[in-house]
């Protein structure tokens, strides 16, 4: 069960879908209807009415209005996002967002993925991410690009 974050065009989760059949369900979920639309679209150029039903959910989810109340009734094994920190002002309510979805199953795990265009708004992320208590690793990876992508959870209470 996962849940997708600033999923867009849906490239990352489509391409998932395509080549796993052990994923359970893929909820994509961005803040743009306009977006939403491009990505049911793309959708059901590579799966059948059927196949989108069965296994995918596709959601407005704004960072800005997400909340402990209005969160999804679901609970995701893993969190996923690819690109999202490039905008110094989303970092406060993109951590809240992971941190309330981690809180829902204390064994999901995220992984974020960026392309670190900015240095200093990245490590705001980072420690934004540090400071709301979250287990931040780095994934080992052999690129010579500026990307980097993280391994977040809930650090355990004794710890905190």
């Known amino acids: 069960r996962i849940i997708e974050l600033g999923a867009g065009s849906g490239l990352l989760g489509l391409s998932l879908l395509k080549h ?3 994923i ?3 909820t994509f979920t961005d803040y743009s209807p306009m977006i939403l639309n491009l990505l049911r679209q793309n959708a059901l150029l590579n799966f059948s009415e059927y196949q ?5 959910k596709i959601e407005e989810l704004d960072w800005n209005q ?3 109340e209005n969160n999804h009734n679901n609970c995701f094994d893993c969190i996923l996002a690819a690109d999202v920190v490039y905008d110094p002002s989303v ?3 993109l951590v809240k967002t992971i941190r309330i979805l981690l809180q829902k199953n204390q064994q999901c795990t995220a992984y974020i993925a960026n392309a670190i265009r900015n240095e200093s708004t990245y490590e705001q992320f980072r ?3 540090i400071q709301s208590c979250l ?3 780095s994934v080992e990876m052999d690129t010579s690009q500026s990307i980097e992508i993280i391994q977040l959870a809930l650090l355990p209470k004794d710890s905190i």
């Open 24 to 26: 359970l369900s893929y």
């Open 52 to 56: 989108i039903d069965e296994k995918m």
């Open 20 to 22: 796993s059949d052990k």
């Open 135 to 137: 287990d931040v690793r």
């Open 91 to 93: 970092i406060e309510n």
């Open 66 to 68: 997400y909340s402990i």
């Open 127 to 129: 420690k934004a991410l």
